[in-house]
C-alpha cells in the first residue's frame, strides 16, 4: 500500500507540497443518495415545503460548501474552483434522491474533496429542510464517481 501524504518522516500531519506540479484542467464528479419517507419524497417533488424549494436550496448549499472545503477539511489546498455544479436525480420507486455533485479547477491538486464536500452538504441541506417530516432519513453512499486531469490521469468508478 501506499505511504500516506499528509504524514512526515515522522509521522506528523502535513499538508502535501504541491508546488512541483505541474498546473493542468482537473475535474471530479461526486455523489450522496438520500432516502426518504414515500411522503416525504412527494412533498419535495410537488414544490417547496415549510422552509421553502428544497432541491434549489441544497443546491446553493452544495456549491458554496465546494468553494469553503479547505475551511471544513484540515489539510485541503485553497483552490480556485472555475465550476461547481450539483444535480439531483429523483428515483420515486425507491424514495431517494441522488446527488451528483462536479468541480472543475485548473490548478496544480485535484478536486475530489470539493465535490464530495459539494454532494453531502447538499443531502445534508435536504435533511435539515425535511426533519421535520421525517426523521428517519439517512444519506448513504456518499462517494468518488469519477476523476480527471493531474499526474495520475482518469479514473471511474467500477
Same mark, same amino acid.
Given at each position: 500500500m501506499k505511504d500516506f501524504s499528509h504524514l512526515d $518522516? @515522522?509521522?506528523r500531519v502535513r499538508m502535501v507540497d504541491v508546488t512541483a506540479k505541474i498546473p493542468s484542467d482537473r475535474i471530479a464528479l461526486a455523489q450522496a443518495i438520500i432516502h426518504m419517507q414515500? $411522503? *416525504?419524497f412527494e412533498l419535495i417533488q410537488s414544490g417547496p415545503v415549510k422552509k421553502g424549494n428544497v432541491l434549489e436550496t441544497a443546491r446553493i448549499?452544495? !456549491?458554496m460548501a465546494s468553494k469553503q472545503t479547505c475551511a471544513l477539511i484540515p489539510m485541503c489546498h485553497p483552490l480556485n474552483l472555475t465550476h461547481a @455544479? =450539483?444535480?439531483?436525480?429523483? $428515483? /420515486?420507486?425507491s424514495h431517494t434522491i441522488r446527488i451528483e455533485a462536479? /468541480? #472543475? !479547477? =485548473?490548478?496544480? *491538486?485535484?478536486v475530489e474533496m470539493e465535490a464530495l464536500t459539494a454532494a453531502t452538504v447538499a443531502a445534508l441541506t435536504i435533511y435539515d429542510m425535511c426533519k421535520s417530516y421525517? #426523521?428517519?432519513m439517512r444519506i448513504t453512499d456518499v462517494c468518488l464517481l469519477e476523476k480527471r486531469g493531474g499526474k495520475s490521469g482518469?479514473? @471511474?468508478k467500477d
Open positions: $518522516e @515522522k509521522g414515500p $411522503e *416525504t448549499a452544495g !456549491v @455544479k =450539483v444535480d439531483f436525480f429523483l $428515483e /420515486a420507486c462536479q /468541480a #472543475r !479547477v =485548473v490548478a496544480h *491538486t485535484g421525517d #426523521r428517519q482518469n479514473w @471511474k
